[in-house]
């Protein structure tokens, strides 16, 4: 494992509670957010219900898209997110895993969910890490993915930060839909859907959502 990654997991395994605490019902009063899942999730049950949540954290969006119909797992990187997840929201399959080597089968799932878990990919894992989230996707499945918008630079927390807090601290990266838009391309995805939502105040950079299915024809 590289030092950026130990310190992603490190890190994350230290936020765990604070997720816990923190982000549990959030979903509830993010209208933008439900829409985009429940599209993903109704385009997928016709191409079937194994599903993926990729960087599930504590595990708060399984039982949303257990709702509608579909049979999801998570993985994530920090072990302590997946214990946190297996208290909190039990009756699914969890597993500790990388985004660049996912412990799924060639074309094994209908359907993937990568809700910010994309902004910590470093340009030197981008290609393998579409291109695993392609290997995984069967033919004529979706993959939903919210991220932040940005120019792909490096960002790291302000001393006075929310993380710093704790003090941990760790790479991110907001990336252009373009940019989104090309590596699903090149990965062999095409894009369905593309939108966002600036966010209040300014201060943070503008949510974006996109839509995405594996090249190929499904049932």
């Given at each position: 494992m590289d030092a950026g990654t130990e310190e992603l997991r490190d890190a994350h395994d230290v936020l765990s509670e604070w997720y816990a605490e923190n982000l549990t019902g959030v979903l509830e009063s993010m209208p933008i957010e439900r829409a985009m899942l429940d599209l993903f999730a109704e385009l997928t049950v016709a191409e079937g219900t194994d599903v993926a949540d990729v960087g599930c954290g504590t595990g708060r969006l399984l039982p949303y898209l257990a709702g509608r119909g579909l049979s999801p797992r998570g993985v994530d990187l920090s072990p302590r997110m997946i214990e946190v997840a297996r208290r909190d929201n039990p009756g699914?399959?969890?597993?500790?895993?990388?985004?660049?080597?996912?412990?799924?089968?060639?074309?094994?799932?209908?359907?993937?969910?990568?809700?910010?878990?994309?902004?910590?990919?470093?340009?030197?894992?981008?290609?393998?890490?579409?291109?695993?989230?392609?290997?995984?996707?069967?033919?004529?499945?979706?993959?939903?993915?919210?991220?932040?918008?940005?120019?792909?630079?490096?960002?790291?927390?302000a001393p006075d930060?929310?993380?710093?807090?704790?003090?941990?601290?760790?790479?991110?990266?907001?990336?252009?839909?373009?940019?989104?838009?090309?590596?699903?391309?090149?990965?062999?995805?095409?894009?369905?859907?593309?939108?966002?939502?600036?966010?209040?105040?300014?201060?943070?950079?503008?949510?974006?959502?996109?839509?995405?299915?594996?090249?190929?024809?499904?049932?």
């Open positions: 699914f399959a969890y597993e500790v895993a990388d985004l660049r080597e996912l412990p799924f089968g060639d074309a094994s799932l209908a359907g993937v969910v990568c809700w910010f878990s994309l902004i910590y990919l470093a340009p030197e894992s981008r290609v393998p890490a579409f291109a695993e989230l392609a290997r995984v996707a069967k033919p004529g499945g979706y993959l939903v993915a919210a991220f932040k918008h940005g120019d792909g630079a490096r960002h790291r927390n930060s929310r993380v710093a807090s704790f003090g941990i601290d760790f790479d991110r990266y907001w990336l252009s839909a373009q940019e989104m838009t090309d590596r699903f391309a090149a990965a062999g995805f095409t894009l369905i859907f593309e939108g966002r939502n600036p966010q209040p105040g300014g201060s943070e950079p503008p949510y974006g959502y996109m839509l995405v299915r594996r090249t190929g024809s499904g049932r």
